[in-house]
């Protein structure tokens, strides 16, 4: 199936903000690995903490950047986007294309059985459920990105084995990366060896302090990647919250706080997300709040599960 993300056209009187995209993703991308050599250089354990959260949070802006390549919002020009795309997808670091295919599957399957993470059925252990989200939330989802690209990478036929179809979730994440995308993933997966390997070689990075800086970033990004969706209606489409949140933080997401919008327009370019706002009829909670929600764990399921898509509208009007 032709992948909707690469068909959808953003609407002409919202273009893709170029120039500024591309200066915020150089920007991203050099201070990163700055801060990845600073860590490395410093001692002081609580020095390298502080290092460790301010490199949290600007690895969530350039997930936000890798989240719009995969919508083909990052630059209007293709190889641009692509180009641009992968370099945000070093820093995190997954392959575009890897997460390009696998976020397609996200908009179709938004609050099917396949993404429902914060509810558990009556003939589910709640203990299996809640220690899945509490690992979820923790940031062990983090390192299974990575990992997992490697894995695809050196080993493709992984994609195929009872382990991974029989998995609710893992199956169709995987199942969306169809076999010629695997080229390009190694490619991608070998020139962010390449980036470390001369990082850690001319750089004098170490491990310990690498590992600890990423883990810093593991917590703060897997705790907000189901924030926008969790209690939310089981709808694939409405099944989403813009939420409020404070104007600093809403840069450094890149707007991704409203995420209704961007599930109703997911042509759209996060620069105008708030302008597609219905104040009237959508409630929009407190981010914060909405956040401190998640930690009091998953919760009995009351709906019927919605069906998947079998692709995305070109456009869903407000």
């Known amino acids: 199936m032709e992948s909707q993300l690469e ?52 690895l969530l802006t350039n997930y936000a950047l890798l989240h719009e390549s995969a919508h083909h919002n990052l630059h209007s020009r293709p190889v641009l986007n692509r180009l641009l795309g ?3 997808g070093m820093l995190f670091p997954c392959p575009y294309s890897m997460i390009e295919a696998m976020h397609q ?25 809640f220690v899945q989200w509490y690992g979820i939330l923790c940031g062990f989802f983090w390192p299974v990105v990575p990992l997992g690209a490697v894995l695809f ?8 084995t009872r382990l991974i179809t029989g998995a609710r979730s893992a199956s169709y994440l995987v199942g969306d990366i ?37 883990g810093c970033f593991a917590f703060n990004w897997s705790t ?4 926008g969706h969790a209690f939310t209606k089981r709808d694939v489409i409405e099944g989403a919250y813009n939420l409020r949140h404070n104007r600093v933080m809403s840069w ?27 104040e009237t009829d959508d409630p929009q909670p407190s981010y914060i709040r909405q956040y401190w929600r998640l930690w009091r764990g998953p919760r009995l399921n009351t709906e019927p599960a919605p069906e998947s898509l079998r692709e995305l509208p070109l456009s869903i009007h407000s």
């Open 7 to 58: 068909r959808t056209a953003p609407p002409a009187d919202m273009p893709i903000p170029d120039r500024l995209n591309a200066m915020i993703t150089i920007f991203v991308f050099c201070a990163g690995v700055a801060l990845l050599l600073l860590g490395s250089w410093l001692e002081w354990w609580p020095a390298v903490l502080a290092v460790g959260v301010l490199f949290s949070y600007l």
């Open 86 to 88: 992968t370099l945000a």
């Open 105 to 129: 599957g996200h908009h179709l399957r938004n609050r099917t059985d396949y993404e429902m993470f914060d509810l558990y059925y009556a003939t589910e252990s709640r203990v299996v459920r």
């Open 153 to 160: 990478a050196g080993c493709p036929a992984i994609l195929r």
């Open 178 to 214: 169809r076999q010629d995308r695997i080229r390009a993933i190694r490619w991608e997966v070998l020139a962010t060896v390449l980036l470390f390997g001369l990082l850690f070689w001319l750089g004098g990075l170490k491990w310990q302090n690498t590992l600890f800086l990423y």
């Open 224 to 227: 907000r990647q189901y924030i």
């Open 252 to 278: 450094v997401l890149m707007n991704s706080q409203w995420d209704l919008n961007h599930h109703r327009h997911p042509e759209v370019s996060w620069y105008y997300l708030p302008r597609l706002a219905r």
